[in-house]
């Protein structure tokens, strides 16, 4: 990789990954991108005190949302290549890892297809930090040799095919799926996940006010709602799930039912 600080590498991209929240998280790489970038264009969950290690640079959002996003993908892909071509230090920043559903891939066909040069710097996608601090591993010697990472959030959910990828001896991790959960419940179900496997709901992992939440599969989508979860979040399915140090869900829900009846 060139150096930052070599003046023949203005006029480019770095793509980087702001990691899951926390910037004790961030490389130290990512940190000197930060300090030499003359633009960082953001994703909407980047915190903002990994945003203060560039105060020198102009800030752009391209903040999107399951409803609305501020600007299409073409549009944001436009935007770096116009502020690279005037020469400068264009930091993209994404949440977790710019290649684990981040589009980070699209972005860098696009800048290379401009002719211009381009360079991806790694983060702790928002699965591995949201584990880690909830002490849940994905895998495990004695409980997952495999693990698998899916969207939630996509068109044709449920046409998509994911057998074999929950189940005993695998772990499934899930991001984007808060507001498709019911659905996703139902899928693994009827492609044969047994009902009583263990899952756990990840919020705002490495952030204040995080919370681990475990439940079954069959109990998925109603705890989801009894406990107001709220994006970002990121659901594990799979034995591991009893390992982590996570609040269980369905035991507190059936006791309260139980001395209501």
Partial sequence: ????????????VILVGAGPGDP???????????RQADVVVHDGLVDPRVLDLAPQ????????SRARHTLPQDAINALIIAHVKTGAIVVRLKGGDP???????????????AGLPVEVI?????????????????THRDWSSAVSFVAGQCKGLTEQDWSGLAGKGRTLVIYMGVATC???SEKLMNDGVAPDT?????????????RALRTLLADLGPMVKREKV??????VVGEVVMLADAQDKLAAWASAAEALA
């Fill in 230 to 235: 709220r994006s970002p979040a990121i659901i």
């Fill in 57 to 64: 640079a102009h800030r752009i959002s391209v903040a999107k």
């Fill in 122 to 138: 790694p983060g702790i996608s928002a699965a591995l930090g949201a584990a880690a601090e909830a002490m849940l591993p994905l």
């Fill in 24 to 34: 004790g998280l961030l490389t130290v790489r990512a940190v000197e991108a930060l």
């Fill in 198 to 210: 263990p899952v756990a709901v990840l919020e705002r992992g490495t952030l204040e006010g995080s």
């Fill in 99 to 113: 290649f684990i559903f981040g589009r980070g891939g699209e972005e860098v066909e696009a800048v290379r297809e």
């Fill in 1 to 12: 990789m060139a150096s930052l600080l070599d003046p023949s590498s203005r006029g480019r």
């Fill in 182 to 184: 019911p659905e996703i």
